[in-house]
């Protein structure tokens, strides 16, 4: 009996590890396969960023005569950065409440931030704007060029100086009837949870006298994480519109309240969008 007993112990161990041998297997193939399949992606969009920059080069050479706002400029890195979306292994991208934005004024957009692919998505809004980002950004070769040359807003954490030249920017683009898209979490989430939300935006919207449009989106930071480069095939990215903050409900005074109120909000939008009902995601 006893010998039997451990006949069959070590055949039940030996079971175990063949199937855990297979299931380390199947993992270092399918992280192989996402490694493969994220160099080639990467080629594809360094080729696509150097592309579309020259053809923009060629457009902002004359942009003062054809195309003083720069929106000729910002479809053309729409177009780009829809493509670099596309080019992610297996990536859809679906956009709900458009509707939302407001078609006869300009308007503060606020959307959270998880990821790298967060900048490109957003061009599936398919409206003009002007993105505030941060100043490291515009030292990119090739893709930095691009954000100036389109009139985007560099923004210098800290530097009291630098922070009023970009409000500045961003209020003469207002006047001028474009809208702004920022980041009020101003980095990307290193965990998946919403970060607090920063008050240049909303004082911006109060100061101009300019509704607030919220944007969830959704998949991102599974699509390709924070500090990493290999993207997860098969990802679905939701961009979901809300209804705008009205300008009449933005006033200095509020700011502080309003800020973690629209926070709580997006947050819960979010969370609902998740299966698992978490924003670890």
């Not at 030996?14 to 199947?26: D, H």
């Amino acid at each position: 009996m006893r010998a039997d007993f451990e006949v069959s112990g070590l055949g039940v161990g030996r079971r175990i590890i063949s199937e855990a041998s297979l299931f380390v297997k199947s993992n270092v193939l399918i992280l192989s396969a996402e490694i493969l399949l994220s160099i080639v992606a990467w080629v594809a969009i360094s080729v696509s960023t150097v592309f579309w920059v020259l053809c923009m080069a060629v457009v902002y050479a004359v942009h003062p005569i054809l195309d003083p706002r720069r929106k000729i400029l910002h479809s053309m890195a729409g177009c780009w950065g829809r493509g670099l979306v596309r080019m992610a292994p297996g990536c859809c991208v679906e956009v709900s409440g458009r509707e939302n934005i407001p078609s006869d004024q300009p308007v503060i957009f606020m959307a959270n931030h998880q990821s790298y692919v967060d900048v490109p998505a957003l061009y599936f809004l398919r409206r003009p704007f002007k993105w505030t980002a941060d100043v490291a950004l515009f030292s990119i070769p090739f893709f930095g060029w691009g954000m100036r040359m389109a009139g985007y807003i560099p923004v210098r954490r800290g530097d009291t100086r630098a922070s009023l030249k970009s409000l500045k920017q961003a209020q003469a683009w207002l006047s001028e009837g474009m809208s702004i898209f920022t980041f009020p979490q101003g980095s990307r989430s290193h965990t998946g949870v919403f970060g607090r939300f920063h008050t240049g935006g909303f004082r911006l919207a109060a100061q101009a006298g300019v509704p607030i449009v919220p944007v969830v989106i959704v998949g991102t930071r599974r699509l390709l994480p924070r500090d990493s480069w290999v993207f997860r095939p098969g990802v679905k990215l939701q961009i979901q519109v809300l209804p705008p903050i009205l300008s009449s409900s933005v006033d200095l005074k509020n700011i502080r309240v309003l800020a973690p109120q629209l926070r709580r909000e997006m947050t819960k939008l979010f969370c609902q969008s998740l299966k698992e009902g978490s924003p670890i995601e």
